[in-house]
């Protein structure tokens, strides 16, 4: 139902394009999330956008330097990560839901995950 990609190594400071298709039964009146994991740690919400593209919302983490967009168009849901940073580092994940939130168990589709290393 949704594939992400778009993730890889890259320096400290520098930017990755995440992107996140989606097909099925998720259509546009889905909410749209990225979050992400480290190892040992718990699924963190990132960004989340409404089904028009109208709204979204960031964690204070990212704010100001990661942007989330979609082209219902295209079913396609992207992440642009600007200055990133080694705390960047984990597997992100895509999800779509049918409600505005920040708990990745209200999400009813995950894409498989895209590996993201930052190096310092």
């Known amino acids: 139902q949704l594939q992400a990609s778009g993730g890889g190594l890259v320096q400290a400071g520098g930017s990755l394009r995440l992107s996140c298709t989606a097909s099925?039964?998720?259509?546009?009146?889905?909410?749209l999330g990225w979050f992400r994991q480290a190892p040992g740690k718990e699924r963190e919400f990132i960004a989340m956008?409404?089904?028009?593209?109208?709204?979204?919302n960031y964690a204070d983490s990212v704010k100001g330097r990661f942007t989330i967009s979609r082209d219902n168009a295209k079913s396609a849901l992207y992440l642009q990560m600007n200055s990133l940073k080694f705390e960047d580092t984990a597997v992100y994940y895509c999800g779509a839901g049918r409600r505005f939130t920040r708990e990745a168990g209200r999400y009813d589709y995950w894409g498989q995950g895209t590996q993201v290393t930052v190096s310092s």
């Open positions: 956008i409404t089904g028009s593209g109208i709204s979204t």
């Open positions: 099925g039964r998720i259509s546009s009146v889905y909410v």
